[in-house]
């Protein structure tokens, strides 16, 4: 059993920051790719990153130089650093890893991105 738990949604103006946190728990000790996805209302979820590592991390350009995606594996937990806010920024927030085929979600945090 694995569990994914995220935290750190919330209201925040257009411009402002949020960092997300996501704290895995269960029988797995390590995953080497971790990411973020996002489902806004109405829409199809999407990627927002995913890392494989230091060197190799993909962003949606759609966050490119706005979110920042790190790890403390001595916490178990990955943080998501969401800089210069927008309103299309709104969704849900959703922790994503995956190892040998098997995908493992968190049951999301919701951002709300609003003046």
């Known amino acids: 059993q694995v569990q994914l738990v995220e935290s750190g949604g919330g209201f925040v103006q257009p411009g402002g920051s949020l960092r997300l946190s996501c704290v895995r728990s269960?029988?797995?000790?390590?995953?080497?790719?971790m990411g973020w996805y996002r489902q806004a209302p109405g829409k199809e979820r999407e990627m927002v990153v995913v890392?494989?590592?230091?060197?190799?991390?993909n962003y949606a350009d759609s966050v490119k130089g706005r979110f920042t995606i790190s790890r403390d594996n001595s916490k178990k937990t990955v943080y998501l650093q969401m800089n210069s806010l927008k309103p299309e920024d709104t969704a849900v927030y959703y922790c994503?890893?995956?190892?040998?085929?098997?995908?493992?979600w968190g049951k999301g945090t919701l951002v709300t991105v609003s003046s």
């Open positions: 994503w890893a995956t190892r040998y085929g098997i995908d493992y």
């Open positions: 269960g029988s797995i000790s390590s995953f080497a790719v």
């Open positions: 890392s494989a590592g230091v060197d190799s991390t």
